[in-house]
């Protein structure tokens, strides 16, 4: 059955013969796995994929990383991390330099580890970097409850959280088509998908497998040719059309919505999220009274235009020269999800 849905999709996508079509993979990590999975070579040429900007360690602005270090090296503080975020270079120094200069960097595997890191280590103040979409703000909101529930002082959020449906809007005229990503519309459902298609906005949103992604860039193909927006949940065995309920209520307690930087977008309003009023003493910008940080990225990179599908990695001048995932220049080239390292990964000018 499944082959023979994975064969259907092929004659599918491989019999398109239409003008050029541009369909842009909101997800880093479905990026990673149209590569992983060989999906880009059956591609028609007049099929182009392009990678958008929902690769959370690859949006974050680097003022974020000039934030963290500065908590860390000018605060003391202890900074509780997912591990790509320490490669990412700052205007200064990444977190993984300012580690060598004394800083101190704990690598976590959830903001629920930070959580737990902080109770169990009182004399320190321990901040977590809270980066990611809708499917990570859950757990940095439950984490914020947790440490108020047990009365630590010592535990705050350093927030870059970030929402996608005004950034869907700003990059609708990118692409013809999302591939919008699973995970995000597992927590927020299909409503606002459905709400773009009367904006022009046509989407399908997709899981991981091989036949999910090849039957997503079917759909796509099939319902482009018929010349009307649409949008189709091609993972309906995880989304469902209100998302998930206990996700939602435990994020709009604990936090509110805020305008928000994205590397290479600028400031999109009310794109991000941050602590609400009440929570404030666990906002590390309040508690540490951070000034306004601007920073500086290397003028060299392209991840801007990257995540905004302007251009593809190989264009930009130092992809696979300066700029390695063993020395990165930008964030795309550091995370996993990120585009520069998916192409680098894979096999640089495919479809490029
Ligand atoms: S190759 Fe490196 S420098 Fe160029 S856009 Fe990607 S991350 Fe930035």
Redesign the pocket.
């Known amino acids: 059955m499944a082959d023979s849905i994975k064969k259907t999709a092929k004659e599918i996508i491989q019999s398109y013969n239409g003008p050029q079509i541009r369909i842009m993979e909101v997800c880093g990590t479905h990026t990673h796995e149209i590569f992983r999975l060989g999906i880009r070579h059956i591609l028609p040429e007049n099929i182009e994929l392009i990678s958008g900007p929902g690769c959370p360690v690859c949006v974050t602005p680097v003022g974020f990383i000039d934030e963290a270090v500065m908590l860390a090296l000018d605060h003391n503080a202890t900074i509780c991390t997912f591990g790509d975020l320490v490669r990412v270079p700052g205007s200064e120094m990444s977190l993984g330099e300012a580690r060598s200069k004394g800083a101190k960097v704990q690598i976590v595997y959830s903001p629920i580890d930070a959580y737990e890191y902080a109770k169990e280590h009182l004399e320190e103040q321990v901040v977590f970097l809270s980066v990611g979409f809708e499917t990570t703000t859950p757990a940095s909101c439950l984490s914020v409850k947790k440490a108020k529930d047990a009365g630590l002082t010592n535990f705050a959020l350093l927030t870059a959280n970030k929402t996608m449906p005004r950034a869907y809007r700003i990059l609708k005229d990118s692409a013809d088509a999302f591939l919008y990503p699973g995970h995000v519309h597992a927590i927020i459902g299909t409503e606002l998908c459905e709400s773009l298609v009367e904006e022009g906005v046509s989407g399908v949103i997709t899981g991981f497998t091989v036949n999910e992604i090849m039957t997503a860039l079917a759909v796509v193909i099939t319902k482009l040719q018929q010349g009307r927006s649409f949008f189709k949940n091609c993972y309906p065995r995880v989304v469902t059309h209100e998302g998930s309920k206990a996700a939602q209520v435990v994020v709009s307690e604990i936090m509110e919505d805020c305008d928000s930087e994205w590397r290479g977008l600028g400031i999109i309003p009310n794109s991000g999220l941050k602590l609400k009023e009440t929570y404030k003493d666990f906002d590390a910008r309040v508690k540490f009274r951070l000034p306004e940080v601007k920073g500086r990225s290397?003028p060299?990179?392209?991840?801007g235009d990257?995540l905004q599908g302007k251009c593809k990695?190989p264009d930009?001048k130092?992809?696979g020269r300066g700029?390695t995932p063993l020395h990165?220049?930008?964030?795309?080239?550091v995370s996993n999800e990120?585009a520069?390292s998916a192409y680098y990964q894979y096999g640089g000018n495919i479809n490029g």
């Not at 990165?328 to 080239?333: E, L, Q, T």
Request: net charge positive; proline share 11%; hydrophobic share 35%.
């Open positions: 290397n060299a990179c392209r991840c990257v990695p930009c130092v992809f700029c990165p220049v930008g964030a795309c080239m990120g520069c």
